[in-house]
């Protein structure tokens, strides 16, 4: 071996404690950010799917009876007309 290689070698040995270290923390990180993708994708999913079986759920229509309304203000006119 040359004096380069075994000099490089050396250097290697010396670092590889805190390469090591490095590499388990870039790990670490990529699994956690993974994962928190992960559970963005699922609960998007599942808050789109939930939002597709809602718009095909069928809706209660309600009908409103404005007839004691119109009574009311038809009675108003009069009674202003008959103030006049």
Do not use: H, P
Not at 37 to 49: D, E, K, M, N, P
Not at 53 to 58: A, L, N, P, Q, R
């Amino acid at each position: 071996m040359s004096q380069e290689k075994v000099d490089r070698y050396k250097k290697e040995k010396a670092e590889r404690k805190q390469t090591l270290k490095k590499e388990k923390v870039q790990n670490v990180l990529r699994k956690c950010v993974v994962g928190v993708v992960a559970i963005l994708l699922i609960g998007w999913i599942g808050y789109s799917a939930y939002g597709t079986y809602e718009s095909k759920k069928s809706k209660e229509e309600v009908e409103i009876d404005y007839s004691a309304l119109t009574d009311f203000s038809q009675e108003l006119d009069e009674a202003a007309d008959e103030a006049e």
